[in-house]
């Protein structure tokens, strides 16, 4: 079967290979901090996604332009993504953004923006600016969900509900130039495939263009790695999370832009699981058994 996978998309969009460049604001989370202020959820260590020390100190323009001279030292000829990536890049006023936002579009190789966030900081003006954005480059939002079942929000500490999420992204789809997309994380406690596969269905019901797939990992430091050590929490190892993928793909078909099938965490911060083979390895026999379905 085939699945439309992000890469594929942006090359069929633009006529050329466009790649992703990390952008950071340091913003923090109101989930850690003084808005909700319940300790974050239990999964998360943002550290372990990105390395922020190459980046403290300079601003989006400079971050911009290190990326881009990096990707050009290699020989890559392609555009880019503005990609505002780490903890929650709309825990600020609108006009914070729209200057962070306006630094990257003066580079003539960004062809696009992309915000990662949660749902319970999507003011409507917040939105009316991106979609603004939209109307000119294109615009992906991208919300964090995780699950769409309030036991497991609840249970993962994740600080807002279903109904959340699900008035940020009605609100976003009534703008008619932004892409969205959900972020979900598979293999969550007390989820089984079925969960899982319901999550994606509701998604794309409610209209989301894609989704970001993570399995889920014990990061040292946060509350799960807690939770494993004790024996309380469960993770996949690579041969059962490419059976789900499988058992997923049929339902995401090529309705949803799959911006990632596979979570990296970074070096020692990862606790678990520790695959014995490497992402590139896993996804070429991932879209190998993916031709006989």
Known sequence: MKVLTFARFLRERFGFPVKKLPVHLFLGCPH????IGKGGCYYCSN?????LTDYYGLSVEN??????????????EGGFIAYFQTYTNTYCDTEEIRKAVEQALG???VVGISVSTRPDCLPDDMLDFFDGIGSKRMFWLEIGLQSAHNKTLELINRGHNFACFEDALLRAGRRENLFLCTHLILGLPGEDRGDMAESIRIVKKLGSHGIKLHHLQIIRGTEFEKWYRKGQISVLDWQEYLELLLYLAPIIGEDLIVHRWVAEAQGELLIAPKWDITKQEFLKYFYERLKSI
């Open 63 to 76: 971050q911009i332009k290190k990326g881009i001279d990096t990707y050009r030292r290699k020989g890559f």
């Open 32 to 35: 850690r901090e003084n808005r």
């Open 47 to 51: 550290s372990s996604f990105s390395q």
């Open 107 to 109: 580079f003539e190789d």
